[in-house]
């Protein structure tokens, strides 16, 4: 099966290869799809950041206690998952404001957290980038994300 991605500038070479496909194969099954990611917010790449930071993190040898038991002492082990990740990086990347209130990715805040403002998310995702950059973890950064349209005008 092959998979083309069409622009203006190869649409007589993609159709070429169809028809070429299309000799051998009698019929064929066309699926189109937009080549654009959409739109990425920094909740979303967050998120994303987020697993792809627990993946990394269990595969090295990072679990999460079972249960703690009355004493407070954990038992048992569980893998790291993304909620654990976002739960250690929201508090360490965002923290709480100068009221102590924690704050939140939401776009409202709930639970007594307040909604980190677009400058507070902007910064948590760059100290998470460069703290995975250092331990070698890839992330994944549309070009056109909330994110890097931030970063590009702050470099401008």
Not at 12 to 21: A, D, I, N, P, R
Not at 60 to 80: A, D, H, Q, V
Not at 111 to 134: I, P, Q, S, V, Y
Request: aromatic share 10%.
């Amino acid at each position: 099966m092959a998979e083309y991605q069409l622009t203006r500038g190869n649409l007589e070479q993609v159709f070429y290869s169809l028809s070429s496909e299309l000799e051998t194969k009698h019929v064929l099954l066309v699926k189109t799809q937009s080549g654009n990611t959409g739109r990425w917010g920094m909740a979303r790449l967050w998120r994303s950041w987020m697993e792809a930071t627990a993946k990394f993190m269990a595969a090295n040898g990072c679990t999460m206690p079972l249960m703690i038991s009355p004493k407070g002492e954990p038992y048992g082990k569980r893998p790291f998952a993304a909620e654990d990740a976002h739960e250690l990086f929201t508090s360490r990347w965002l923290g709480v404001d100068a009221d102590g209130t924690r704050l939140s990715w939401s776009k409202a805040g709930h639970d007594g957290m307040r909604a980190a403002t677009k400058g507070e998310r902007f910064n948590a995702l760059r100290c998470h980038e460069a703290w995975a950059t250092e331990r070698g973890i890839l992330l994944f950064s549309p070009r056109d994300s909330e994110y890097r349209l931030m970063q590009e005008e702050q470099n401008q």
